[in-house]
């Protein structure tokens, strides 16, 4: 890759956060690479200046992430519209996004410049939220769309279509839509399965049912889904990758579909998908 | 039964409620049985007077409830202190708490009044909010108290300890703690297994727990279990039988124990509890 | 559909065959339509004469099924070499395979014969079964491959490979490689998620796994699955759609992938696959 | 404990278990313990003598076990009788019944002398098969009995009862009929929940059920549990603690209750059994 700027972003909450970021900003311009921080980075090393997070993805190259998978989805938002490639440095352990661990960060980054890498291309998820027929809210998402109960309130009901055609109506703590990508996120822990990046399609998997016989769904990567609150609305969300909060109205519409948009990820081969998923779920331990 | 007075609790919402306590209430009188009506009930008659709910529970002998489980949970509250016994005609169908049917109503009354009936005692939950070294709320319920996160945020983190022992810390969107009464509501759509009402225990049911081997845990029932709230508040709750929330602090703790007061259900025993199993869950279909 | 021959496959052991079949084939032959019976089929209507199954699959121009879906499911590996289209009618209620009820059946035979239909292809299957190099069993599937344990056996022991990477080693009762038809069948009652048929892809669900992390997986429909036997065998045992049983030996390999045949279900689109999901699970009961 | 005489029961396939068992033998020997083995460990030792395992049982006053969860339920039947204590080490890392590690064997056996331990009383279960009014088989089992289909068979239908009462019929694998002990074993596998073993109280966890709506149901420790095979047999077994297997034909009902007997188990009170859950399933990880 003859890249021209590499855009960083950083987590500060996590350790080492600060002294890598000094390390790796000055091993970056020492071999001449235009290092653009965002305004939070920049705080960090105590230079002037430092982009808006938006502005970041406009201008760089590629995308250097200095955190965890929560950084990651923060990024391909950014960084979708463009598609720049983003390599994720975990500070704190192996995520499932972001699969470089921080002593591997120089070699992985000479291994970038020198193009021994591949782009791991990921579906993303687009949103809107239609209300009396206009569109309130819109988002685009690598890993779901959670559209869930207040907390005070004892449930919530929504009606699911799919195309156009009726699917059911689900009474319970809410529905996960979620990417290939987000399988392995909240959707499991609400006891969806795991899929493979490479499968197109998406998961709807419902949170604590009242009817025990509602299970995950997956539908094809074509279908548009309308999920719509027809319960009283008590605090009802509809939460973008567990970070944006749009509150819901009784008789809102939250449209999904795929999204043209990739996140594209640099992987570096030798390490397979099932390698992560043995590691995070200890498989074999037990 | 001599009974020497009848409480009456509606919820007006559910169909035929004005219609039923109107002639229930006739039918009581003409049996010279003194019958006391709430403040609900009694706008329902159009007649003056009627009791606060709490002062009703305080002179009544038996509870006639017309309305859904969760009207029962209420009723169980307000009677616990007391023990007065409890009828329950469901207007909606079949429920766990609310057995008696509405065609059945006067049959069953009749049974109550010739004394041929059983007492189900329910074990109940009390619990108690501690902050700071002072309790700053509690209650009792009969079917669970839910620890669950704000709407908004991404998890919740608690520390479980049994008779002061550490059992595991928890992150998920919450825990409930469950009567065995309870566990055929909320726990069982969290994925918690049905326990028959006269097993002496609670049950701990994690609600999307992120570590995968988090199950279920069934415990004694003299246990004293602490959950502390050991994560940011962030819109965390205490819930009481789904009807009373209870806003929760970064190390507050929910302390829980089965109390001595019991819940007394009017039963007839030709119905057993697996009957009402099978009807509700539809076992045997499919 | 100009169609020159029907080939009729029946279950006896359902109510009403014998009638339903009579009936059926003097409507046909009425109109001229060349019916081709089965032996069982034959016998049951005291003609002489009637086709091996797998004669019948090479010589109908289209299946028309009795029974239930497990006749289905043998008709789709007798038809899949030729891909030549089934209706299903069902003589017990409603499947998933066998949308037509037996009401429907005439006006449902006119509409074949009239060209009102969709064609609803399906994936399938294939599996080979590979010892010391060679290969000593195969076949095809429309639902799922099962490898389990034996009865009297603790558990079995299997070696995932997809692509021959490594992805697990499973301890349990077993592993079932589904189709997104067979998600509805076994793998449900394992725990596993619902796939549209659209879906191209297969899943992978393991039986009473003893690593409570394990999920059920989905894979591209592209890829090798290798499955190996790595317990001991004691009565361990790959069955092809719940029919046919191929007993294994330690060190055995289970290879699957997508067979490039197609099983073509007859479907009417009024009725789409949710409404079938619906009535099938009741799913908005309770 | 004033011992008079120590039993020892090993299970060989564990690595180290001969030179744990020749140097526990000649310490114990040294102290005047009156060591008595069975016939596997005496062959061990290239001794002559050794006794059956269940004379062995009628003759210690503790029993030592070397070896894993498996020979511990072993013991726990043959103990059964006389209710004699039972301290077990794992010899391959840590039980949830051999809670001493191999590196704490002698300081254990020095509590054990001097007194400085609890007895952890378990429940077990008892069952009788009935077949045309006969008993053809009995047993008791300190973990599960399991009702379970043959290899080959798609499903097996059982009739549950409990104090004569209908409970429901079952289709699917089968069905584990689990003591507390027994739930952190291959009910835990088939989705049960955890029980502490000072619940009195049973668990039926369904095995793959047909129906999706059955879910595992605890019941009081003083009922009596019918389960009658209604299927054809094909196969159909009932296994006593993994390890007993008893062939079931079409109409055998398996009778269940708790037994008289108890397992009591060593235990030094320091570990909890929380501990030991937290460590076997990784809790507070990932």
Redesign the interface.
């Known amino acids: 890759m003859k890249s021209k700027s590499i855009g960083i972003l950083t987590k500060p909450k996590f350790p080492e956060v600060k002294t890598t970021l000094q390390a790796v900003v000055s091993w970056l311009r020492a071999r001449n690479i235009d290092v653009i921080l965002d305004t939070t980075s920049a705080a960090l090393l105590e230079e002037k200046g430092g982009l808006q997070k938006t502005q970041l993805a406009q201008k760089a190259d590629v995308l250097l992430i200095l955190g965890g998978d929560g950084t990651m989805l923060n990024a391909a938002r950014l960084a979708g519209e463009r598609g720049i490639p983003i390599l994720g440095v975990n500070m704190g352990g192996l995520g499932f996004l972001t699969e470089v661990r921080l002593e591997h960060l120089y070699p992985s980054l000479e291994r970038v410049f020198a193009n021994d890498f591949v782009l791991d291309e990921r579906l993303m998820l687009k949103t809107h939220v239609h209300r009396h027929g206009e569109t309130v809210a819109q988002g685009i998402v690598l890993n779901d769309v959670v559209v869930?109960?207040?907390?005070?309130a004892?449930m919530i009901e929504l009606r699911i279509s799919?195309h156009g055609?009726?699917?059911?109506?689900l009474r319970?703590?809410g529905l996960i839509i979620s990417t290939?990508t987000g399988?392995t996120a909240?959707s499991?822990?609400?006891?969806?399965?795991?899929?493979?990046p490479?499968?197109?399609?998406l998961?709807l998997t419902p949170?604590?049912?009242?009817?025990?016989?509602?299970?995950?769904?997956?539908?094809?990567d074509n279908v548009e889904i309308d999920v719509t609150l027809t319960s009283k609305d008590e605090?009802?969300?509809a939460?973008l990758d567990?970070q944006v909060?749009i509150a819901l109205t009784q008789g809102d519409t939250v449209a999904l579909s795929v999204s043209e948009l990739r996140t594209r990820l640099i992987r570096f081969p030798e390490s397979?998908y099932?390698d992560v998923?043995?590691e995070?779920?200890?498989?074999?331990?037990?």
Chains 1, 2, 3, 4 share one sequence.
Request: charged share 15%; with cysteine; glycine share 14%.
């Open positions: 869930s109960k207040g907390t005070l004892r799919i055609q009726f699917v059911t109506n319970g703590d290939p399988s909240y499991l822990s609400a006891g969806g399965p795991i899929l493979e490479a499968v197109h399609s998961i949170i604590c049912p009242h009817t025990l016989t509602h299970r995950p769904l997956i539908v094809p605090g009802a969300m939460t567990g909060g397979t099932y998923l043995r995070k779920l200890k498989w074999g331990d037990g």
